[in-house]
């Protein structure tokens, strides 16, 4: 399996030039990778919980697909481990809907012989990722107040799973 590019070649964001029709002549991007993302909603999504807690961006940038997968998976199993599935309602605020494409080079012995270089550079799809802007909310963890540490808790480990800096906002649910 090959190996994931490193992500400081997709941080900054750019014009999502990715546009896909039902016609597949319009489309640029002829086919999409799945996105990593199991789901969006966890815990107890019928009950309204009293305080709420929010990652909140400070810069604008692009998250890619599983950085935002791990980030859910981590502030998720400390929840659930400590609190149940029925004390607290978590919910992922963004999607990926950005195609990231890879112009593949050739390299070797022999490889000017089949290699388009920048002649055809569209690229291939490779992944997908969310853009994230400055002051966007990424994540909500609604809680009790009894729980309000716990889940500021998992919204701080979730923060070390993705890039750039975050800031976690508490609000009151009136």
Known sequence: MA????FVAYRNIERPYTRISKFKTKSFIKTTRNIKIVRFNTGNLKKRFPYSYHLISK???QIRDNALESARQ????????????????????TYP???????PLASGAGADRFSTGMQ???????????QIKEGQKLF????????????K????R???KLPGSYTIQLTENK
């Open 3 to 6: 190996r994931l590019r490193k």
């Open 59 to 61: 810069q604008s940038l």
């Open 74 to 93: 981590v502030c998720n199993r400390l929840l659930e481990k400590n609190l149940g599935t029925s004390a607290y309602c978590m919910q992922l605020r």
């Open 97 to 103: 809907f950005h195609i990231l494409r890879e112009n």
């Open 120 to 130: 055809k550079s569209f690229g291939k799809p490779i992944g997908s990722a969310a």
């Open 140 to 151: 909500t963890v609604s809680v009790e107040k009894q729980n309000l540490s716990l889940a």
């Open 153 to 156: 808790e998992a919204l701080n």
């Open 158 to 160: 979730a923060r070390k």
